[in-house]
Every structure is written in C-alpha cells, then in structure tokens.
C-alpha cells in the first residue's frame, strides 16, 4: 500500500483533482497501483474506464469499475470519448492513444512517461509524468482513506523469505492481480 496507493493518491486526488461526475481512464487496472486506483475513483465518485485483459475482467468489476475495456481485443481509443483525465500504468502506445480519448484540457498522469509536448498541443491535453513520493503527510490521509472505506487489496500468492527469487519468478511469468508478498519469521 504505501507505494501503489501513494501513487494513486498522488495521482488522482493532487495531480489530477478527480471531482464527483468526472470521466477516468485507468489503465491496467488489475495491477498494483490500478487495483487501487478504481476504488479511490469510485471513493471520489468518478466514472471509471479501465483497460484488463479477459481474465481480470470480473476482478475490476468487483472493485467498481463502470466500463471494462479487454486490451487483448478491444481498442480503447476507438471506444472511450471525452473523459476528463487518464492514468497511464503502462506506457509506450497505450500512453500515446490515451490523448484521444480526453476533452480538450483534460489531464493525462503517467507513472512511466515523460509528457509528450506534441500530443499535448495536437490534443490541448495537459500531461504530468509523477514520481511518487511516499510523504507523511500523504501516507497519513491515505491511512484515513483506508481506515475509513473496506478497500481491497488483492494479495494472489504470498512467499516465505527464503524463496524470495520464487516469488520474483512468479511475478514475472504469471502476472498477478494486486500484489506478491514475501513473509518475514
Ligand atoms: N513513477 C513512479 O514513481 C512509479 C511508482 C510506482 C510504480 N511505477 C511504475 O508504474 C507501473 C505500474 O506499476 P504497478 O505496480 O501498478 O505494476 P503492475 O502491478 O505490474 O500493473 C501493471 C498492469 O498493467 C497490465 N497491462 C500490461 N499491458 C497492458 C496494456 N497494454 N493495457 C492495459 N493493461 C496492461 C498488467 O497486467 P497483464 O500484463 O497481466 O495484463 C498489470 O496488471 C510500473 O511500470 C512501475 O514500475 C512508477
């Protein structure tokens, strides 16, 4: 939590300031930081669009999001129009589509991506890149949120400390929903 949800929190409430109505695209939403980026936008009572492939598809319906778009099949940017902010987990040309499918001044935050000043112009989109920084101050209100709501985190599989190298095998091959934890004693 103190990374993942830090980053969300930076993202949509500081970088973003998500309001109630608003329209977010999520990408990767079964990820760590996506996972718990949907259920603070829904906190926020946001519209949220996230992008999943097939098998997590009921996942992120079960964290609230409204419109579930299938990478693997589907193209978001020829879908989705007219949201008011993106959050970009993933990069590369899912970064670059994403432009399209905000308003004009719209905001897109990307963990990976430093703005793109073309897209910005052709798009009239602001674009941040964040670094998130894990701030008392920040993991403080996030503690409240998380004291507050019944907010999930997904741990798939968890590992004692000895087969740390397992752990990191299993993340790479099976791309887990949420989180892998390594137990300690
Ligand atoms: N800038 C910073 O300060 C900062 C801080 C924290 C993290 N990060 C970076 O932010 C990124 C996300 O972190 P995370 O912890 O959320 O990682 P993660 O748990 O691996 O989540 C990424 C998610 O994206 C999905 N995905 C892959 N390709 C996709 C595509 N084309 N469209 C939609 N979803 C796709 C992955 O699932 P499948 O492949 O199974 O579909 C996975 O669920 C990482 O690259 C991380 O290094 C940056």
Redesign the pocket.
Known sequence: MP??GV?AWQALVENIGLSRYQKILI??G?????SIAIQLAKHLDAYVAT???SE?KEFVQQLGADKIVD?TTQSFENILQDYDAALD???GE?YRKSFKVLKNNGTIVS??EQPDSNLMKQYGVKAIF???ETTNERLTKLAQWIDQNNIKVNVEKTFPLDETARALDYQKDN?PRGKVVITIG
């Open positions: 990374l993942v980053s990408h990767g079964a990820g760590g930081i996506g992008t999943v492939k997590d990478y987990t993933v990069g899912t963990m990976l964040q670094f998130t791309h």
